[in-house]
């Protein structure tokens, strides 16, 4: 075994952030990367957010929206670790790839606002990531204003998640009142509204802070202590092997924004999240992150949207093995060869030439079109499959056609190409084959109409059929009388039947008119 392979495997931490807009991602974003010393001032991600921010060439779109492809992954020393975070796109450009994204993660964190608690896309995000049985770091934000009782933030993740909540800290007041954390897990106060070390104050082996703190005698210091009392005699008890499987999350309080919390938070976080683990390849032999054979698998391919630059990069994550330039892997889908001479990995906002990428890391890939979404790529001689990534269900459709008739051949040349690139999914009516798409993401049927007129030369027409409730039927049991306006009757690329409820009632109502068929969902 290679030591040094191992040892800077040892060291990767990689993850990302799942939450609801506005809840605070890109400013926790910013204070990590201001921690890991790649910025200097807080500002940098969000002025790139909003487009204030000199963007290379990439995408038009990506563009207009303010979006830039060299923040889709952050890296960054910190604490002798290596830190990676890859971006989960969640406002208007929330798409199929935001879902991918979780499945070359390690570890997530989830960001929440305290005011609003357990928001919906949170939960869709969750599902996703619970599913994969990688631990779920919570971290509840925005403490400087008013929020909900900790106590009910901490029983909303079971009810609502199914996920049990240990608390690492514990606010001492909140909003206009807040003073400070109560930092159970080192055994600190870290003082609100105060800079530097001396923040932080050590409790006493019993937990108490010494008579000569002012805090020690302040009202809401002592109901804090009554409540840590209370969760540490009632509360879920910390469990190593439950955090490892996404049963138990870590809960950590603070304020992004007044950079309160966020580096207990964050040094906590490197502790406890894992290196990269094995993978089960080739449906069921276990390849170790240190093994010298490379191995990856392509989770996002991102599209030029520039006609002029039709370049697109696919980004891999690595499995095993060393990532060096000019490396001669192998597709595993096709059998073909490739040398990878052009790869970039992703230093905080640089794109600069890949030197040591290992388990752990992204790669981004200059391609022209060998790869697809969810391809394994090796080195050496044995053939290494990594499994597909899941399909997830989509929740907008539209009806498209070519605007020109004469124009069949490109119309489905394009758009089989962009389905088998996971772009957007397809569907055709049961009865009248048309066609229909699904996206997760309102974004994704502008990239396919741009791509589709750009890279194809195909105008389409897209009709909006709206959100809908995809629920697959097993065809055994269908009877296509079953269908009406309220749900659609589609079938999927692989002729699977089901179901576009025009809404949970529409759904609800079927289940109760045939209670013996079975209806399921993807993730
Ligand atoms: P994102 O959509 O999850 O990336 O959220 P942002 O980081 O862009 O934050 C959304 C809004 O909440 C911005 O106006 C932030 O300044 C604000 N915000 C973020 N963190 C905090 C916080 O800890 N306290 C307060 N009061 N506002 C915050």
Do not use: C
Not at 103 to 111: E, G, I, K, L, S
Not at 262 to 288: G, K, Y
Not at 348 to 370: C, K, P
């Amino acid at each position: 075994m290679d030591k040094e392979l191992e040892d800077k495997v040892k060291k990767r931490r990689t993850f990302a952030i799942i939450s609801h807009p506005d809840a605070g991602k890109t400013t926790i974003t910013e204070q990590m990367l201001l921690f890991g010393g790649v910025i200097r001032k807080a500002g940098t991600v969000k002025a790139r957010k909003t487009g204030n921010y000199a963007t290379s060439d990439w995408m038009e779109i990506e563009k207009k929206r303010g979006i830039s492809v060299t923040s889709s992954v952050m890296q960054f020393e910190y604490q002798g670790k290596r830190i990676n975070i890859l971006d989960t796109p969640g406002h208007q450009d929330f798409s199929e790839d935001t879902y991918r994204t979780l499945m070359a993660v390690d570890a997530a964190v989830m960001v929440i606002d305290s005011a609003k608690g357990i928001e919906p896309q949170t939960k869709k995000l969750f599902k996703v990531v619970k599913q994969r049985g990688i631990p779920i770091f919570t971290f509840m934000n925005k403490l400087d204003r008013d929020g909900r009782p900790p106590l009910d933030l901490i029983a909303e993740l079971e009810d609502l998640l199914g996920i049990e909540g240990v608390a690492m800290d514990w606010p001492i007041g909140s909003g206009q009142t807040l003073k400070g954390l109560y930092d159970i897990a080192n055994n600190r106060v870290e003082l609100y509204h105060k800079d530097g070390a001396d923040r932080f104050i050590a409790l006493d082996k019993d937990g108490k802070l010494p008579d000569s703190e002012p805090l020690s005698q302040d009202q809401q210091f002592q109901e804090t202590l009554d409540e840590i009392d209370l969760i540490k005699e009632a509360g879920n008890k910390f469990d190593r092997e439950k955090i490892a499987l996404g049963d138990q999350t870590p809960v950590f309080f603070g304020s992004a924004l007044t950079n309160f919390g966020v580096e207990t938070f964050l040094n906590s976080f490197v502790n406890l999240a894992p290196a990269p683990e094995s993978h089960t390849v080739n449906e069921d032999e276990e390849l170790e992150p240190d093994d010298p054979q490379f191995s990856g698998f392509v989770f996002k391919i991102q599209a030029n949207m520039n006609p002029h630059h039709r370049d697109r990069i696919a980004f891999v994550r690595v499995g095993s093995g060393e990532f060096k330039k000019g490396l001669d892997v192998t597709l595993a889908r096709t059998g073909k060869p490739i040398r990878l001479n052009n790869a970039t990995e992703f230093m905080s906002s640089e794109r600069v030439q890949v030197s040591d990428a290992v388990a752990g890391d992204i790669v981004g890939l200059y391609d022209t079109g060998n790869f697809q979404i969810g391809d394994s790529i090796y080195s050496g001689k044995r053939k290494i499959v990594y499994p597909p990534l899941p399909e997830f269900t989509p929740e907008l459709f539209m009806r498209v056609t070519a605007k020109n008739v004469m124009k069949q051949k490109s119309f489905h040349k394009g758009m089989n190409q962009l389905v088998q690139e996971g772009t957007i999914q397809l569907y055709r009516n049961y009865q009248t084959d048309e066609y229909i798409l699904g996206a997760v993401g309102q974004l994704q049927f502008e990239v396919f109409k741009f791509r589709m007129q750009n890279e194809y030369n195909s105008e389409v027409e897209m009709t909006s059929i709206g959100h809908r409730v995809a629920r697959w039927i097993d065809p055994d049991q269908l009877d296509p009388s079953m269908s009406n306006m309220r749900n659609l009757l589609v079938k999927d690329r692989y002729g699977n039947p089901l179901f576009l409820f025009e809404n949970e009632f529409a759904e609800r109502f079927f289940k109760d008119k045939y209670p013996d068929v079975k209806l399921t969902e993807k993730l």
